[in-house]
């Protein structure tokens, strides 16, 4: 298994530079690979950010991403629950720290956006410090 980085997966999903593209395909369809939780952090700021994702988008390209025979993400339920949320209009980057943090008394913060969307997502408590 290889562990590959935001910018593969990135090129795999968008294919702007289409040289690059192909070399990410011709990995993801030959290799084991292996997404860490960061790259997928990184990955959902780029296609907002760089690409103008929406967030259904994103949701839509990752989870099939991540449905694809050889790729094994960090996490898996971590990534399902922060896309649920995400898909329900949780940031996502908010959504994987939330989700990361369950089993924890509380999670604190003082973004109260990320307070309020905790509780319609059915997460672990978010207050303030």
Request: aromatic share 10%; proline share 3%.
């Amino acid at each position: 298994m290889i562990a590959i980085d935001t910018n593969v997966v990135v090129r795999f999903l968008v294919d702007d530079d289409h040289e690059q593209f192909r070399r990410a395909q011709r990995v993801i369809a030959n290799a084991l690979v292996f997404i860490s939780s960061t790259v997928l952090l990184e990955c959902e700021w780029v296609l907002r950010s760089v690409y103008e994702y929406e967030p259904r988008d994103f949701v839509e390209a990752l989870r099939n991403f991540a449905g694809l025979e050889k790729v094994t993400l960090e996490d898996p339920e971590l990534a399902a629950t922060a896309l649920n949320w995400h898909e329900q209009g949780m940031d996502f980057a908010d959504a994987l720290h939330l989700a990361g943090s369950a089993g924890c008394e509380a999670f604190l913060t003082f973004d109260r956006r990320l307070a309020s969307a905790s509780g319609r997502v059915g997460a672990i408590p978010v207050r303030a410090p």
